[in-house]
């Protein structure tokens, strides 16, 4: 019997009503972590960009993800934890965190 794994859900981009600006983590180019993504019925393999922790709790994942060899990269971003995500491999250093930017009334 084998495992039903539907693909995992995106996240839409962040807007001013969805609270505040999550707190971004970034590894350096040459050491990112990587998850497998399961996409198009695969599980193809997806460095992290970043992380976003948000302020309700959850953690958002970018990656970038070949989706296929006519179609070439793209960037996307994942809940996480889903089925539809596995952790590949980690980084061998700490992410550096950026404090979310203050929105700013228009003038």
């Known amino acids: 019997m084998s495992e039903q794994i539907e ?3 995106q ?8 609270g505040p600006r999550p707190r971004v983590w970034c590894w350096p180019a040459g050491d990112r972590p990587a998850l497998y ?6 599980w193809k393999y997806a ?4 992380r976003l922790d948000h302020a309700d709790g959850r953690t958002e994942y970018q990656v970038t993800l070949q989706t296929s060899r006519d179609r070439g990269t793209v960037h996307r971003a994942y809940w996480w934890p889903q089925p539809g995500l596995r952790h590949a491999h ?6 550096t965190d950026r404090e ?4 700013t009334a228009a003038s």
Request: charged fraction near 25%; include cysteine; aromatic fraction near 6%.
């Open 7 to 9: 693909e995992p859900e």
């Open 11 to 18: 996240v839409p981009p962040w807007r001013p009503e969805n």
């Open 37 to 42: 993504v399961y996409d198009g019925g695969k």
């Open 47 to 50: 460095p992290v960009m970043a």
């Open 90 to 95: 980690g980084s061998t250093c700490e992410p």
């Open 100 to 103: 979310p930017i203050p929105t």
